[in-house]
């Protein structure tokens, strides 16, 4: 007994930890006042004698908020990602979106979203992360749909590196017909909404929406809907200019192994890790859909523990100014 006890010990200290506990990251709300309201967001500052590296978090598609929640989905997926990039030397700022929560006043009325308004967002807060002198280099991490506005964000944005987390290799509206297909909803419904991504693609908003896919296409998301379907994330990836990590989970029941495959073929000098069990809120989870929707609104389980180590180690490594 004695013996298993040693052992296990060894095991322990010799696995992989953060750099520092949580409890010493500093945290700080910031604000970013902008031409149409004010944005709120989360800074975890580790305790460095020099300025550390700072990611920007950008979160996924809907009203999702800055620790990567939304009302059906409550999992803490950011919030845990920047505690444990905090604690490997790895500050962070995650922001609610406009019309979400602190940032509600922001944007109030959907109908005026569009991809450009958002990327414009990630710039300005990129903008004056530099501009406070007090972090070394600046990387975008953009999750899902996120992944997206941190390509188009990075230029103007200043970034030193762009990191895609479980973000899409094919136009949106492509994506969005493939998980559409995976649903179970009557024949009526999915020839419905086949033919409603076809005409918003084309331009063309729809008032007439079938009560069973209002959360999807309400009319007043269908302006944010048509902006997003014309762009091309495998195009907007290949054009960036910096150093690429590309992060896909082989468990994710939302976005495929192919879409990682895809920006790496449309940036083949791009970093590739495929994390073995990995599911679309970075929990380790089976296949299983029961315990796959279980972990969407379960925050109190582990993100994958392979993620911030992959992310910290690439940032870490960059080269130098």
Request: net charge positive; charged share 20%.
């Given at each position: 007994m004695r013996l298993i006890t040693a052992l296990l010990a060894i095991l322990l200290l010799a696995l992989p930890g953060p750099a520092m506990a949580a409890s010493t990251l500093r945290q700080q709300t910031l604000r970013l006042d902008t031409d149409s309201g004010t944005l709120y967001g989360t800074l975890l500052y580790p305790p460095t004698a020099t300025p550390p590296p700072v990611a920007l978090l950008i979160a996924g598609s809907g009203p999702t908020n800055r620790d990567g929640n939304n009302s059906w989905a409550r999992n803490n997926s950011l919030k845990l990602l920047a505690q444990s990039l905090g604690q490997r030397g790895i500050a962070t700022l995650r922001y609610d979106k406009r019309g979400v929560e602190a940032s509600y006043e922001a944007g109030p009325?959907?109908?005026?979203?569009?991809?450009?308004?958002?990327?414009?967002?990630?710039?300005?807060?990129?903008?004056?992360?530099?501009?406070?002198?007090?972090?070394?280099?600046?990387?975008?991490?953009?999750?899902?749909?996120?992944?997206?506005?941190?390509?188009?964000?990075?230029?103007?944005?200043?970034?030193?590196?762009?990191?895609?987390?479980?973000?899409?290799?094919?136009?949106?509206?492509?994506?969005?017909?493939?998980?559409?297909?995976?649903?179970?909803?009557?024949?009526?419904?999915?020839?419905?909404?086949?033919?409603?991504?076809?005409e918003l693609d084309a331009g063309r908003p729809h008032s007439n929406v079938p009560p069973a896919l209002m959360d999807l296409f309400r009319p007043s998301v269908q302006p944010y809907l048509i902006s997003l379907f014309h762009q091309d994330p495998a195009r907007a990836f290949a054009a960036l200019q910096v150093p690429t990590l590309i992060i896909q989970g082989r468990n994710d029941i939302q976005v495929s192994e192919q879409d990682a495959l895809a920006l790496k073929q449309a940036r083949p000098e791009a970093r590739l890790r495929l994390i073995e069990g990995m599911n679309h809120v970075l929990r380790i989870v089976p296949p299983d859909l029961a315990q796959q929707r279980a972990s969407y609104a379960n925050p109190n389980l582990p993100i994958a523990w392979e993620l911030p180590q992959i992310i910290a180690d690439f940032i870490k490594n960059l080269p130098q100014k």
């Open positions: 009325d959907e109908r005026r979203f569009s991809v450009g308004r958002f990327t414009l967002d990630a710039v300005e807060w990129s903008r004056q992360l530099l501009a406070s002198g007090r972090f070394s280099r600046l990387v975008l991490i953009g999750h899902s749909e996120g992944a997206l506005i941190a390509s188009l964000a990075a230029r103007e944005a200043g970034a030193a590196a762009v990191i895609s987390i479980a973000g899409s290799g094919r136009p949106i509206d492509q994506l969005l017909l493939e998980q559409l297909q995976q649903r179970p909803l009557p024949p009526l419904l999915q020839g419905y909404s086949q033919w409603l991504i076809q």
